[in-house]
């Protein structure tokens, strides 16, 4: 069973709160039907109200494996501009960072309940109980309804998958960004010919195959550097040491404010190919598909037939950057194509 203690000791070290900045805890056993408690952490960004773009934009972010929704709000000592939620809320947008299940805050069942199926469901469910709630203005306290907006799904890596799965079977968004994952094969790139063909190799099995805690401890043996996919190598030393010092894919406690100590195993079988196809293939909504110079699309510019249903597509790729975007330099490439792209989709919808 996961450790319900690993839990605790990481929401001690959630981000201190802020004007602006709400963590709730949305219960979405009703809507799951679930016997059980199930409930999605979030952080909520809000803009000043004067700010809010019009129409409104929401855009929900769920973060790839071994990393919390704290990797939409990074602050390290000395720096600045580690905050895409900050970036976005400058700009008018609502910003919603949310652990998927099994993940961070958010509740954590037993290891093998945890499939492709249960993130999708229990996603969609907090992303509609968040938009009722915004709706009706009653999400936090003095923040007006919104009773129409844009709701865009963001995912990096294992998150990128969760979206494109809850938008498959749920149609939860207006439209998807997919960062860092591919709907095709996702590979980790690594230094060498000879580690590349042993990481392409080494994510085989199939969807629902049997997973347990120690899956993903097994598969990360078949990938002999992280540093190099995961930072460019202009990322400061500080910086690459406090995410990859307390260990990766599984991190010891005390997991860094963005980081996760809890993977759910199934996220192993997300990297084999094809996984995701049936649900990519039935997405009918704009899609942004961004990827890193070094990352784990093996061709990004075959992601859109993936997409076959969708007409709207967007392939970026940035340079000078790794899988982990929002560590990198050139991130505020990819904020700013994220802001561009959902204001002009936002323009698009009826009034």
């Known amino acids: 069973m996961l450790d319900r203690a690993l ?4 929401r001690r070290l959630s981000p201190t709160f802020r004007s602006g900045v709400h963590d709730l805890r949305v219960d979405v056993s009703d809507r799951l039907q679930s016997a059980q408690p199930i409930e999605i952490a979030v952080t909520v960004f809000l803009p000043k109200e004067s700010a809010l773009s019009v129409p409104p934009v929401v855009i929900f972010g769920v973060p790839g494996g071994g990393y919390s929704r704290g990797y ?3 602050h390290f000592p000395g720096y600045g501009g580690y905050s895409q939620a900050d970036y976005h ?13 099994g993940v961070g805050d958010s509740t954590l069942p037993d290891p093998t ?5 249960l993130l999708a469901r229990a996603y969609d469910a907090a992303v509609r109980e968040i938009s009722a709630r915004l709706a009706a203005g009653t999400l936090v306290p ?26 498959g079977l749920h149609g939860t968004f207006d439209a998807i960004a997919v960062l860092g994952a591919s709907a095709i094969h996702t590979v980790l790139p690594q230094p060498t010919e000879a580690g590349y063909e042993a990481a392409r190799k080494g994510h085989r099995l199939s969807r629902g195959a049997t997973v347990d805690e120690q899956s993903v401890a097994v598969s990360s043996r078949s990938i002999a550097d992280f540093v190099y996919p995961f930072h460019w190598e202009d990322v400061p030393e500080d910086i690459l040491r406090a ?6 894919p599984l991190r010891r406690a005390p997991a860094p404010p963005f980081g996760s100590l809890t993977i759910p195993p199934c996220a192993v079988t997300m990297m084999a190919p094809g996984v995701i196809a049936r649900e990519a293939a039935a997405v009918e909504v704009p899609v942004l598909v961004g990827v890193g110079e070094r990352d784990t699309c093996p061709n990004p510019l075959a992601e859109p ?13 940035v340079p000078q950057m790794a899988h982990m975007h929002n560590f990198a330099s050139t991130r505020a490439q990819l904020w700013q194509l994220i802001d561009a792209w959902a204001r002009r989709l936002s323009q698009l919808q009826p009034r």
């Open 7 to 10: 839990n605790t000791a990481q």
């Open 72 to 74: 939409y709000d990074m």
């Open 89 to 101: 809320t400058a700009r008018g947008l609502i910003f919603v960072a949310c652990d998927p299940v």
């Open 113 to 117: 309940d945890i499939t492709f199926e």
């Open 142 to 167: 003095g923040f007006a309804a919104a009773p129409t907006f844009l709701r865009i799904g963001i995912g990096q890596s294992m998150g990128g998958k969760i979206t494109v799965l809850a938008q």
């Open 243 to 248: 995410d990859m010092e307390g260990g990766y």
């Open 305 to 317: 037939s993936a997409y076959p249903n969708s007409g709207d597509v967007t392939v970026y790729i």
